[in-house]
């Protein structure tokens, strides 16, 4: 499946716009797991988990990220 066309959920363009609004300054190309594990992140990740509640019962668990783009998993 095209990436582009796959959805996780009924409210991944919610999800992705609410991403985008909150973490607007993120490179997502190239993250640093350091930067993401760094308190003033925890401090944004928590709250925008927490928008989704009760959207789903896995909407505030960890996942597998792919640091740079470029790069496989």
Not at 15 to 21: A, D, M
């Amino acid at each position: 499946v095209d990436p582009k066309f796959l959805n996780l959920t009924k409210v991944d363009d919610r999800i992705y716009g609410e991403f985008r609004k909150t973490f607007k300054d993120l490179k997502i190309d190239l993250l640093d797991p350091e930067e993401l594990k760094s308190e003033p992140a925890k401090e944004k990740w928590r709250p925008f988990c927490l928008r989704f509640e009760g959207g789903g019962e896995d909407f505030n668990y960890g996942t597998l990220l792919r640091l740079d783009c470029r790069e496989g998993y």
